[in-house]
T-cell receptor, first 114, second 114 residues
Framework: KAGVTQTPRYLIKTRGQQVTLSCSPI?????VSWYQQTPGQGLQFLFE???????NKGNFPGRFSGRQFSNSRSEMNVSTLELGDSALYLC?????????????FGPGTRLTVL | AQSVTQLGSHVSVSEGALVLLRCNYS??????LFWYVQYPNQGLQLLLK??????LVKGINGFEAEFKKSETSFHLTKPSAHMSDAAEYFC????????????FGKGTRLSVIA
């Protein structure tokens, strides 16, 4: 069974631009979560989607948004990029609730904002 | 709110020596606890998880962890370190009844010296 895939793997943007990251979960998984990983803050939860509905949201500004499609694929968007948005963005999928089911992580998208 | 504290941001052991990575959690209700490993330029991989069954949990690659309620701890151990164990390790907690997302510790980087 194929794992979680994320595209693109690497991205370089400049301040003020916007970016869209994509995540394809493991086949059959209905839940997708997004995390931001930085050396200073560690792993921080962004949001979780289950069956196209946002179920949880972390403490991030409104510039960060996401959505989930009917095939469970998910995208996250960051508008008006800031230097501090440079990070590894990880997507994880699980069959059901993320609080109980094992999450399987993708390799991440490395975003660099110049 | 639940939280996780990992003692020691960097642990160094000799090859063949015992690996002990510490994790303490705060939770007013029975938690689920997880250990994940992250190799360079990769996503997170689940090592093991505690879901209120056996207190001693065995995971992949020879790792195990023991849930100690009285000490609110979930330390990760491996009897004999291998060079391939060098990676970043993350402890995480969730509340299964609260439908809350995973909360991760800051991580511990394990170095293995030949």
């Amino acid at each position: 069974k194929a794992g979680v895939t994320q595209t693109p793997r690497y991205l370089i943007k400049t301040r003020g631009q916007q970016v869209t990251l994509s995540c394809s979960p493991i086949s059959g998984h209905r839940s997708v979560s997004w995390y931001q990983q930085t050396p200073g803050q560690g792993l921080q939860f962004l949001f979780e989607y289950f069956s196209e509905t946002q179920r949880n949201k972390g403490n991030f500004p409104g510039r960060f948004s996401g959505r989930q499609f009917s095939n469970s694929r998910s995208e996250m968007n960051v508008s008006t990029l800031e230097l501090g948005d440079s990070a590894l963005y990880l997507c994880a999928s699980s069959w059901g609730a993320t609080s109980t089911d094992t999450q399987y992580f993708g390799p991440g998208t490395r975003l660099t904002v110049l | 709110a639940q939280s996780v504290t990992q003692l020691g941001s960097h642990v160094s052991v000799s090859e063949g020596a015992l690996v002990l990575l510490r994790c303490n959690y705060s939770s007013s209700v029975p938690p689920y606890l997880f250990w994940y490993v992250q190799y360079p330029n990769q996503g997170l991989q689940l090592l093991l998880k505690y879901t209120s069954a056996a207190t001693l949990v065995k995971g992949i690659n020879g790792f195990e962890a023991e849930f100690k309620k009285s000490e609110t701890s979930f330390h990760l151990t491996k009897p004999s370190a291998h060079m391939s164990d060098a990676a970043e390790y993350f402890c995480a907690v969730s509340y299964p009844s609260g439908n809350t997302p995973l909360v991760f510790g800051k991580g511990t980087r394990l170095s293995v010296i030949a």
